[in-house]
């Protein structure tokens, strides 16, 4: 492309939004040369939750391309030749440096210009360290987990320190996954996190000790209620040797991995576009307060329609489907036709070890708890469903197949009225499964 060109739209950011975008921009009717993606990873957009989950198995890990999008939701499969035989220009390795939106400018780091006349902005999120909570990382060996990049670094290591100590910080959806890892990895694994017990955003007290007591049958050991004040390292190679707790605690350590949240990539635009929850606020369309500007997955602040509420959601499945939203938006104003406003059913899940969760809807609420919770069964099997002015608004599943899955999604988007809260409790899941 000579340096004058002016794509038609351009989607910042290569990482799962900008993928399903593509395929959607393509399934509308893209023409030759109109689409530029930059990304400053050196992989096609790939369906990022891998990387904590089959990329870091021991026996047949997962390698690109077998998780480039849009495989995560069941499509084909965009290796980098697909871009190519579509006329889509991707921009790998590719950082950008200033964005200038009133003049539709995007500069690379090695000063090159790419300009555009519709933008989607997709730059997703970037993890939090350590060291942003005050800890010093005066230590080798700590890792986090974002990028393709990221995940290699942290296998070269399990390689090196095979069977050693691992210290996972942080019992979010990353501590507990890496800590999954690292344990199918043989290492000696240890958590740490200050919540009194993991994943508190959305597990109850009796999710979580499932979780936990699970993970403590399969040798992994949890400190809870404390946090990481420092490390000690190895004087002869400055690698961290040992972790150091607020409790007093020292914990022996040849890796440790850090999961302790994430912030929106937004600093490219600020003062350029109006903010709202940490992030870029948008309407239903996933427009944002500038013309010809979108943003979408993690960095959107988008109106949750069935909560009348704005919300930012750092999840996959919202970043496929607010991509699809804001590509359907600009090709039908194109066309001068609307579309539907985006009605979002939050859906999140995991999988770890033998266990596969998925939760739909909205946590708030009483919670009404049903199946097996013993952490020794064979195949656990259990639920919740939580209820808020006598409706059914969230639902959570341990274990269950597709068509449970899909029971458990469709009363959270219906929201029945949840009765009388006994009946429900021993109904259980042949609740969901009769709506
Ligand atoms: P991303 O996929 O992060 O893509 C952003 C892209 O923009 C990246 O390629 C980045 O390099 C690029 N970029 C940013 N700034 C610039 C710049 N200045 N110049 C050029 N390029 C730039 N969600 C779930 O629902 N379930 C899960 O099990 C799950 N597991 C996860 C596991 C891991 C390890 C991680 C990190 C996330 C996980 N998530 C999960 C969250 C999910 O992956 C994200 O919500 C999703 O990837 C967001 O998509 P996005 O397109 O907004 O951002």
């Known amino acids: 492309e000579s340096p004058e060109k002016i794509f038609k739209y351009a989607i910042l950011g290569g990482g799962v939004s900008a993928g399903y975008a593509a395929r959607e921009f393509r399934r509308q009717g893209l023409k030759r040369g109109e689409l530029a993606i930059v990304s400053r990873e050196a992989a096609a957009p790939y369906e990022r939750p891998a990387l904590s989950k089959a990329y870091l198995f021991q026996k047949r890990p997962s390698r690109l391309p077998d998780f480039h999008v849009c495989v995560g939701s069941g499509g084909q499969r965009l290796r980098r030749e697909w871009y190519r035989e579509n006329g889509i220009s991707l921009f790998l390795n590719t950082e950008i440096v200033r964005a200038d939106l009133a003049s539709k400018t995007l500069t690379t780091a090695n000063g090159r210009t790419i300009k555009y006349q519709i933008l989607i902005i997709g730059t997703g999120s970037t993890v ?77 007290p009796k999710i979580a000790s499932f979780y936990e007591n699970y993970y403590d049958k399969k040798g992994v050991k949890i400190v809870k209620g404390t946090t990481v004040i420092g490390f000690n390292a190895n004087s002869s190679n400055g690698e961290v040797k040992e972790v150091r707790l607020k409790d007093g ?75 699809e939203q804001a590509v359907r938006d600009i090709k039908a104003s194109e066309n001068g036709e609307l579309i539907e406003e985006y009605d979002y059913l939050p859906y999140f899940y995991s999988r770890v070890f033998d266990l596969s969760w998925k939760f739909y809807g909205e946590n708030v609420g009483d919670t009404v708890i049903f199946g097996d919770y013993n952490p020794l069964s064979k195949e656990p099997k259990f639920g919740t469903y939580w209820i808020h002015k006598g409706k059914i608004k969230g639902v959570f599943l341990e274990g269950g197949n597709a ?5 458990i999604a469709k009363v959270a988007r219906a929201q029945p009225s949840a009765g009388n809260l006994e009946e429900l409790a021993k109904e259980g899941l042949s609740f969901a499964l009769k709506m």
């Open 128 to 204: 939090l360290k350590l060291s942003d909570f005050g800890v010093e990382e005066n230590v080798k060996n700590i890792f986090y987990l974002r990028e393709i990049s990221d995940a290699d670094k942290l296998i070269e290591a399990i390689k090196t320190k095979r069977k050693g100590k691992a210290v996972i910080v942080g019992g979010g959806y990353i501590g507990l996954e890496v800590a999954a890892a690292m344990r199918i990895n043989n290492f000696d694994v240890t958590m740490v996190y200050p919540e009194k017990w993991c994943l508190p955003r959305l597990f109850t």
């Open 403 to 407: 068509e449970e899955s899909e029971a």
């Open 249 to 323: 605690k020292v914990l022996q350590a040849d890796i440790v991995v850090a999961g302790v949240g994430a912030r929106p990539l937004t600093s490219l635009f600020k003062g350029q576009v109006e903010e709202e929850k940490g992030g870029i606020k948008t309407d239903g369309f996933f427009r944002t307060s500038v013309s010809d500007v979108y943003a979408v997955g993690d960095v959107a602040a988008f109106p949750l329609k069935m909560c009348n509420e704005m919300r930012r959601l750092e999840h996959v499945d919202h970043a496929r489907k607010s991509a």
